[in-house]
Every structure is written in C-alpha cells, then in structure tokens.
C-alpha cells in the first residue's frame, strides 16, 4: 500500500524522539528516507519464515508479515517477540488479529523476567533450541539491538540457517548505551 508507518520509542534524552514528541503534530511533513537494511521481504514463498523482534525491532517485522500476506506466502510465519517484561511488548492487538486471520502465522512471545498469559520465559537462544529442530530450510528476519540480533543470529545458524537466508537490522541501543544487556 502506499502508507508509511512509523514506530519511534520516546527516549528520555533522545534528541530525535524528543524532537517528534514535542516538535511534531499530526499533517506535519517530515522527510523519510529507507529501507536501508535487508529486512525487506523478498518473496520467498516456497520457504518458512522465522521473524525475530526485541522492542521497537517488531516494527520492520511487522511490516514484513503484511508484506508476506498480501504476496500470498502460504509457508508458516513464525514470529519470535522478545521482551523483558510482558507489559514491554506492543502491537499485540494487531499480531493477534493477523495470527487469526492467517493460520500459517505462528506467534511466539518471550519474556526475560515473567510471563503473560500467552508467553513463556526464557533467552531467546534458548528458546530457538528447544523450540526448532532444524532451520536449513528457513529465512530469517532479525530486528534490535546489536545484542539481540548477534545472539539470534548465533542460535540461528547452529541450528542449520544458511548466512544466504539471514538478514538483519541492527537499531541502536540508546538506553543501554554504556551497559550490556543480557538477552
């Protein structure tokens, strides 16, 4: 379609999202620019999706299962969320719908510290081994912080993934800028 959707996490001392959050109204014209990285869809339809998000990092994945819904991928479409506590995932309301809509999509959500009602705790490495046998087969899309996506990535390609079906973008941590998280 021809809309644009944005999805911008208010930091405290942001100078960007400050900026939208005080500078920026609706009709505003901002100028855009992207995709930049490779998590674009790219029509692989006679392959599995495995989309794996942290934060804001569900936002390209978001836009990638439309993508992959309105191209007809009838392969299933796993989406692995990752957040710390439950409360921290968004867009839920929409992954469910689309999970109702369409039965090759299979949501996962994951949480660090507690659960929900449709989520289990766990890293996120740990989780791709216990829950995937073999991804050889698959192509993945991994969205986050630098940590995130090389400790996703890692898990990925043990478990079989070809570096050819790997793609990622890597967001940086602003929150976290001078301490390790450990996902």
């Known amino acids: 379609?021809?809309?644009?959707?944005?999805?911008?996490?208010?930091?405290?001392?942001?100078?960007?999202?400050q900026w939208i959050k005080n500078k920026v109204w609706v009709g505003h014209t901002i100028g855009v620019q992207g995709p930049m990285g490779s998590c674009v869809y790219k029509q692989q339809k006679q392959k599995p999706l495995l989309l794996c998000a942290i934060g804001t990092g569900i936002a390209p994945i978001y836009g990638i299962i439309q993508d992959a819904v309105v191209s007809g991928h009838q392969q299933d479409i796993h989406?692995?969320?990752?957040?710390?506590?439950?409360?921290?995932?968004y867009l839920l309301e929409q992954l469910k719908l689309l999970n109702k809509q369409h039965s090759n999509?299979?949501?996962?959500?994951?949480?660090?510290?507690?659960?929900?009602l449709d989520s289990c705790k766990a890293?996120?490495?740990?989780?791709?081994?216990s829950k995937f046998e073999e991804l050889n087969d698959y192509v993945a899309y991994v969205c986050g912080i630098n940590s995130f996506v090389q400790k996703t990535k890692k898990a990925l390609l043990l478990k079989g993934l070809s570096m050819v079906d790997f793609n990622s973008e890597i967001f940086l941590d602003f929150e976290n800028e001078k301490c390790e998280t450990k996902i």
């Open 123 to 129: 890293n996120i490495d740990e989780y791709i081994n």
């Open 105 to 116: 999509i299979k949501l996962h959500f994951i949480t660090k510290m507690n659960t929900g």
């Open 79 to 89: 989406v692995l969320y990752y957040a710390t506590r439950y409360k921290d995932f």
């Open 1 to 17: 379609n021809d809309s644009v959707e944005i999805h911008i996490s208010i930091i405290k001392n942001g100078e960007f999202s």
